[in-house]
């Protein structure tokens, strides 16, 4: 009983170790990048030739929104409900008399911005600047998305427990096995 005990808790630290770890690495990348979710994947094609559907985009929200200039490409929420994330090219910048930005963006294979995703986008739409483009990748986030990522999650902890559990009772066994019959045993 007292060694199912052990093996529980040695488990437990084991999962609360990959859950910190895992923490660590968000808040860092939180820190350096300046937003929770510095990741997003291409999903259509009115970037093309610059950026194609499935690349993965990494943006700094750290830059800020005055900081942003024609010829940008930055990732935001669609002005218009504000019901889907938008990646496109910075082609105007309008600044009013009080310094207050408005942007109008647009797709490099568009052949004019559209209203209410375009433009106006303004500070509270803006998510971060493309800092960073890994071509493809993003066919494995699309793999691994929900419910697969979960059930992927779940198999990993599942053979890690079982993994560590084999482990102890092996070690707690013995390390030696037993002679097999006609092999001398050492003194």
């Given amino acids: 009983m007292l060694e ?10 084991d999962i609360i170790i990959i859950v910190a770890g895992v923490a660590i690495v968000l ?8 937003t929770v979710n510095p990741f997003y ?3 259509s094609g009115s970037m093309i030739p610059t950026l194609q559907v499935n690349d993965v985009l990494i943006i700094n929200g750290r830059i800020s929104f005055d900081e942003l200039k024609v010829g940008d490409i930055i990732v935001f929420n669609r002005p218009d409900g504000e019901d889907k994330v938008i990646v496109h090219r910075v082609v105007d910048i309008d600044e009013n008399q009080n310094g207050d930005r408005t942007l109008r963006t ?3 294979a568009n052949s004019a911005s559209i209203p209410g995703t375009d433009y106006p986008i303004r500070e509270k739409h803006y998510l971060g600047k493309v800092t960073t483009v890994i071509p493809g990748v993003g066919l494995i986030a699309k793999a691994i998305s ?3 990522n979960y ?3 779940a198999i990993i902890l599942v053979v890690l427990f079982f993994t560590k559990m084999g482990r102890k009772k092996d070690h707690d066994s013995g390390s030696a096995a037993p002679p097999s019959p006609g092999e001398p045993q050492s003194k």
């Fill in 146 to 148: 929900p419910p697969v």
């Fill in 27 to 34: 808040l860092g990348l939180y820190i350096a990048l300046g």
């Fill in 41 to 43: 994947v291409v999903s």
């Fill in 4 to 13: 199912q005990k052990a093996r529980v808790s040695s488990t437990m630290r």
């Fill in 151 to 153: 059930i992927i999650i």
């Fill in 106 to 108: 647009k797709g490099d």
